[in-house]
């Protein structure tokens, strides 16, 4: 399975799009990239999935680079509530499990 | 929906006593997992049940035994705890087989082992 590589932390102004980036060059064409996050202690949280296309949902953006080598969660306009640790993850297309790597901390600064 | 129950919340275990971490889901889900969370530290896979009957070992299933009761619980054992095992445990539940194959966690359970 791919591995993904995240940096530790990153700030973001509130209001700001927070632009978080994740590098998996060893993804291979039937690996999904996922982005979870978790706030505090909870559990992680969904936020949206892709293979090769962009995406976008209601709580977030994510571009892959044409090669898939990397990927970009974007929070378009982020709040305090978006403090948390976000996770990207790789999984296999015909498997179920999913590796979370240590994640990067988003601070939301006001 | 409760979705994804976990008990107990928390927990304090002397080294060597054996205690069963008890999950359970209520989306009908087929598959159910087991991690870890150490402090600062991403989430690890102990084990998972792709669907009723099956179990499988993930990264860390080392001192952790697991049984899929029925479709809705998955129970993780420890069987001599040490105080390595001191840990955030997550349980999480997917339907594999319709996208998107988003996990849901519980609550967590937090363990100290003494």
């Known amino acids: 399975d791919a591995k993904t590589t995240q940096p530790p932390s990153m700030d973001c102004a509130e209001g700001r799009a927070a632009n978080l980036p994740c590098n998996h060059s060893t993804i291979s064409g039937n690996e999904y990239v996922y982005w979870y996050r978790q706030i505090h202690s909870q559990g992680p949280q969904y936020i949206i999935h892709g293979l090769k296309n962009n995406e976008t949902n209601e709580m977030a953006s994510l571009i892959i680079t044409e090669d898939r080598k990397s990927s970009t969660l974007i929070l378009p306009h982020a709040t305090l509530r978006d403090t948390a640790v976000y996770y990207c993850i790789v999984r296999v297309g015909t498997g179920n499990q999913f590796y979370f790597g240590t994640g990067t901390s988003l601070t939301v600064i006001p | 929906n409760a979705g994804v129950t976990q008990t107990p919340k928390f927990q304090v275990l002397k080294t060597g006593q054996s205690m069963t971490l008890q999950c359970a889901q209520d989306m009908n889900h087929n598959s159910m997992y087991w991690y870890r969370q150490d402090p600062g530290m991403g989430l690890r896979l102990i084990y998972y049940?792709?669907?009723?009957?099956t179990t499988d070992k993930g990264e860390v299933p080392n001192g952790y035994n697991v049984s899929r009761l029925n479709k809705r619980e998955f129970s993780l054992r420890l069987e001599s705890a040490a105080p390595s095992q001191t840990s955030v445990y997550f349980c999480a539940s997917m339907h594999w087989g319709l996208g998107p194959y988003e996990q849901y966690f519980g609550p967590g359970t937090r363990l100290t082992v003494t």
């Open positions: 049940s792709a669907s009723e009957g």
